[in-house]
């Protein structure tokens, strides 16, 4: 009989295994969810417990992208109304909804126990309720299971509703305090300055950067189109506020060229406290059945839901009732808003086709796009039921062909437009090319970018040959990700961290970029660097660049960075010099430029409402 050992993490594997292991010859496995270090790695090998190969069998993104899309159009269609599309499950951000990452832990665990080329299968750090899931779903079917060190941490359930509801009070006090402030600095000016006239509304948020120069807006997602939609519209821009809120009030009132309004500004004081608190009641229906790539997997689906609470972001949710009383006192002709597929902005389309339905609504792709971002691969089916702007712009011809790839987008519906927010990027040229073995370590700003810089400076540790800056997110600073490192690993002479200089400047001092899923991976293709990208295994890929082949390498655990470096350094002055040519065009056809044309997308695509918005209105069931 094949035993399958679920173990909580790597720190205890020694004494179990030891404990389990006493037979000679077993044909033994491993499947880890956590970083396995050199010493248990060197344990594992030497008691002949290798890990499993390929665990999901060969199943391609997109075929994990259409069975994830089928799995939330079924949702969908079970859950039809405004709390539904203020969830974060069915917004599929990566960031907020943890459900691919279950699902793929899942696959990748029945793929494996499913095998049965074992005596003895250890999976390592998968989460207790998967483990539990899975011995439930083979349970008699000829396996033994075991637990070892293992506990079911039922009270997590009962602590993400705490913390609902501990968030529901703080973004009450939160939101009612910002009423006030944007009531005390802006109420006579703003009333002062608005018309009856009809309004190009662009919606975005601002960062204490936004007030660089007093008086003057810079927007960080728009840019130019504020200037360009000035000379040629009545321009209201409705913004959420990102940093210090009191500071934002005082210079907005300071700034006369622009009708600047924060959404708080639109929010009654029954709004804060209803729209904070409704969320905590709503529950999402899941089927007794949901079949995912072949397997019955409602209870990861309903896992995620209990340990997040069926979460809705209150903030986000509050969108709804502020644009419904923009719309009841400003005639809104025309709306541009970044499109992420987040809740707050099917909260803005929902509240203008119910109270504005002649307004126009345009979304903007303002980033780049990796395969891992799912939450705008709409399937089929789910491009049916969600509620959906009348155009989408995006960056350029790249975005739009990744989007109808994966997704299931017509023809007319995405606009390729321009860079917006990548005008410094068009202005780079080519720097002269480098072999003095600086790296440049760009991370990003989320926990898992620490299984690349546990890789990298593995990989290179002792090594002076090579030169490693790195260069972290301002929403994960150094002083976090140490914690997490081995000192043994970052504490060298040849590691350096970039805390006061410009990203222009440690790209120019580099010779190779590493990256996992950052932009500043595209900024170093266009200065003519090297580029690295580090895949760590995931079935949907954070590659910023996955379609570009050229000047650009990938590694992944397992691989030797330094045979990779050594690969670029070899790369003779011709070669390196067409296949930067070709990422060049690549980077052309991902970004366009700005021009008047590409501007002018943004306010002349709609000359009348398009046919199907029957379809959106029913969204709210």
Known sequence: MSQIIFIPNSHIIKPQIAKILKEKGLNCKYLSFEPINEDVESFLSAQNVFAVKDPLSGLSSEEFISAYNDLIAELSLDNKGLLWWATDISSKNRYTSRLPSALESFLKCMNAIKRKDYDFLFIIGASPFLSNHLAGLIKGNDYGIRFKGFYLKGKAFLASYIKRIVNALWTVLLVTGRILCARVFLQKRIAARLTHEPYYVIKSFTYDSSFKTTGVYQDAFFGKLTAHVRGKENLLILVNVLGNYRRAMQEIRKISTDLIIPLEYFVSWWDAWRDSFIPLFFRVKVRKEISFCGYEASEIVKNELRQTGHKIQPYQFLCYSAMKRLAQKVRVKKIVMVYENNPWEKMTILALRKYSPTTQIFSYQHTVIPPAAINLFLGAKEYAAVPLPDKILTLGLESKEMMRHYGSYPEDKIIPACGLRFENVFSKTALPRKRDGNILLALEGIKDVQLMADYVLRELKGDERYKINIRTHPLLPWEYLKKRISPELYLKP???????????????EANVV??????????????GRPVIHFNNGFILSFDTLFNCHDLKWT????????????????????????????????????????TEDSLNKFIHLCTCLPAGRENHRQACG
Do not use: C, P
């Open 514 to 527: 590493i990256y996992w899923g950052t932009a500043v991976a595209m900024e170093a293709l266009k200065m």
């Open 555 to 594: 590694v992944t655990y397992g691989d030797s960075l330094k045979k990779t470096l050594e690969e670029i350094d070899s790369l003779d002055d011709k070669k390196f010099a067409s296949q930067r040519e070709r990422a060049a065009l690549y980077l052309e056809k991902y970004v366009y430029k700005i």
């Open 494 to 508: 040849n590691i350096t961290i970039s805390h006061n200089k410009s990203l222009i400047e440690d790209i120019t």
